[in-house]
């Protein structure tokens, strides 16, 4: 099974620290995406990175892959209390058209 | 934007009915999917349907589950025969023109089964 593994599973910064969340696979991947999602609610796609990128922006976030650990991090700078939500790695494998989560990532950013 | 709307928001069966789950899915996508999340525990995926049939699906959907896109919005999830271990958020998703493609999910309807 491609399922990710996330750590921490929890974390609790104040605003404007930086959070890191980690996250490592078992098989090859087509591409990982992250994902959030705020308490009682959808998922919401954050950041796509395929197995050929090693990093990836978009605004606060940034997401590095290594294939060769088979693990994946997110960085969001300068966090702020909105960024409170749970946070999820997904994997899509070449070999199939499922998308398999982890655990996720309970972030905490205390104003 | 354009979004993927899940009706019922909360659904409460009694074990053993039916129950069919909901889902508009963005209108020019082409891939759907079902997932759930027992609470407190992690998005487990159910199935993809593509081009009006399942493309994949996980060991959980056995044959308790079925999907239908019976017209061209709509796709449901029907789950006959439920137990309580049935009870927790289904989520809908659905990407555009590869399954490489983001996916984008609903709010989920929160299933309790009595």
């Known amino acids: 099974s491609q399922q990710g593994e996330e750590d921490p599973q929890a974390l609790s910064i104040q605003e404007g620290e930086n959070a890191t969340m980690n996250c490592s696979y078992k098989t090859s991947i087509n591409n990982l995406q992250w994902y959030r999602q705020n308490s009682g609610r959808g998922l919401v796609h954050l950041i796509l990175?395929?197995?050929?990128?090693r990093e990836k922006h978009s605004g606060r976030l940034r997401v590095t892959l290594d294939t060769s650990k088979k693990s994946s991090s997110l960085l969001i700078t300068a966090s702020r209390a909105a960024d409170t939500a749970s946070y999820f790695c997904?994997?899509?494998?070449?070999?199939?058209?499922?998308?398999?989560f982890g655990a996720g990532t309970r972030l905490t950013v205390k104003p | 934007e354009p979004e993927v709307t899940q009706t019922p928001s909360h659904q409460v069966t009694q074990m053993g009915q039916e129950v069919i789950l909901r889902c508009v899915p963005i209108s020019n996508h082409l891939y759907f999917y079902w997932y759930r999340q027992i609470l407190g525990q992690k998005v487990e995926f159910l199935v993809s349907f593509y081009n009006n049939e399942i493309s994949e699906k996980s060991e959980i959907f056995d044959d308790q589950f079925s999907v239908e896109r019976p017209d061209g919005s709509n796709f449901t999830l029907k789950i006959r025969s439920t137990k309580l271990e049935d009870s927790a958020m289904y989520f809908c998703a659905s990407s555009g023109t590869g399954v490489e493609q983001p996916q984008h999910f609903g709010d989920g309807t929160r299933l309790s089964i009595l």
């Open positions: 997904a994997m899509l494998s070449y070999n199939n058209n499922d998308m398999r």
């Open positions: 990175i395929r197995s050929n990128e």
